[in-house]
């Protein structure tokens, strides 16, 4: 993608504040990759791409999306999926499954290296799902067994306290 503004390349989750806050399109949830600067990397054909392929694996698990944006239960299960994947796909699927656009969490979120997400369906309208975070960016296993914290992708020191 290119940074608009310096005219130099740049990464979905790297903008700086200023220019963040002053596109607005980038926060809405059906709009930020229509903006400029995410057609200047193509950004609308990979997210279509993975959440197509996101919504087919979940239709196996007994998830089809409607075109309300609710996941129908086809199939109720206690089936966990775990996923490994890096802090950009995360906040991406994160933000299609809760109806958050992906750049709000790029940009207003920090998830260290090996750090663990969950989300939960809840099935609290019967045959109907939605997704809640329970836990995002967790990496207390890492503390809690003396191994330091990255702060790769984050632009100031942490605190420790």
Known sequence: M????????TIAWDFMPEYFVANTDLHNKDEWYNT???KSGEIAGHYSAVVKAFDELLAKHGYRKREDGVYEVVEHNDDV???FCHFGITSLLTGYLTGIAPPVLWQGFFMAPTSVTILGSEERIPGEAAFRVQVFGDARHLSEAGEPLSASGYFTDMFEG
């Not at 290119?2 to 390349?9: A, F, M, P, S, V």
Request: cysteine-free; aromatic content about 8%.
């Open 36 to 38: 400029k600067v995410m």
């Open 2 to 9: 290119e940074d608009e503004k310096t005219g130099e390349r």
């Open 81 to 83: 999926l775990v996923f």
